[in-house]
């Protein structure tokens, strides 16, 4: 069964310092998200990716924060650099003409 | 704005039984979609079921049924004979619109369930 992919699973870093997470969607999914979900929280988006554009990105700190999707594939996303309150899981997630969302496992970042 | 409400932090089950997880939702908007999903202790979300608030049927996939009442703006999950493997976080969450562009999702803040054996 596809999956949404992400990497790495966990990410442990000092504050100032910069993180990158990476996701690859499922095959044919042209929308990607990226969502922060801090601890007792549902998760918030960030970022919509439609194919390499971005479709919301009015979430996404921007002065630290940084996505692209630049062949409409897989998509990175940078903090830099890392706060405290950066600490969280950031999770991916893929849908194909607007049906459910299904997401990749997270990534549970740690700033310390 | 659209938001989600769930009003039960967590709640403890015994097993086999029903279980009702309560979800209340405020939009203006006569167009969207209502999801819930299971997130397990390992941090995946795990898409449940879908109610379009145009469909005229409450949802059902397998033990989960959506209990959809519009007039009360409320989508509660029920989950009939529970299993030891039903205890995680369970969200509930709202998309608008339910059509294609921008499908954001809009979380509720989450019920833990325990499922006592």
């Known amino acids: 069964e596809a999956e949404v992919a992400q990497s790495p699973r966990y990410k442990i870093t000092e504050k100032s310092q910069a993180v990158a997470f990476w996701c690859d969607p499922i095959?044919?999914?042209?929308?990607l998200y990226w969502y922060r979900q801090i601890l007792g929280q549902g998760p918030e988006l960030l970022v919509q990716?439609?194919?390499?554009?971005?479709?919301?990105d009015s979430q996404l700190p921007k002065d630290r924060f940084s996505a692209e999707r630049l062949k409409g594939v897989d998509s990175t996303l940078k903090i830099q650099p890392a706060e405290l309150g950066d600490s969280a899981m950031y999770l991916c997630?893929?849908?194909?003409?607007?049906?459910?969302?299904?997401f990749g496992p997270g990534t549970r970042l740690t700033v310390l | 704005a659209q938001k989600i409400t769930q009003t039960q932090p967590g709640m403890f089950v015994q097993e086999k039984e029903a279980v009702t997880l309560d979800c209340t939702y405020d939009?203006?908007?006569?167009?969207?979609?209502l999801f819930w999903y299971k997130q397990p202790s390992s941090g995946e979300m795990i898409f449940l079921i879908y109610?379009?608030?145009?469909?005229?049927q409450n949802a059902t996939e397998g033990r989960y049924s959506l209990n959809f009442q519009k007039a009360r703006k409320s989508a509660n999950l029920v989950i009939s004979a529970s299993q030891l493997g039903d205890s995680a976080m369970y969200f509930c969450?709202?998309?608008?619109?339910?059509?294609?562009?921008?499908?954001?999702?809009?979380f509720g803040t989450g019920t833990r369930l325990t499922i006592i054996p």
């Open positions: 109610q379009g608030s145009y469909d005229q």
């Open positions: 095959s044919g999914h042209a929308t």
């Open positions: 990716f439609q194919d390499e554009s971005v479709v919301d």
């Open positions: 939009t203006s908007d006569p167009s969207y979609g």
């Open positions: 997630a893929s849908s194909h003409l607007g049906n459910e969302q299904f």
């Open positions: 969450a709202m998309r608008l619109p339910p059509n294609f562009g921008n499908e954001k999702l809009t």
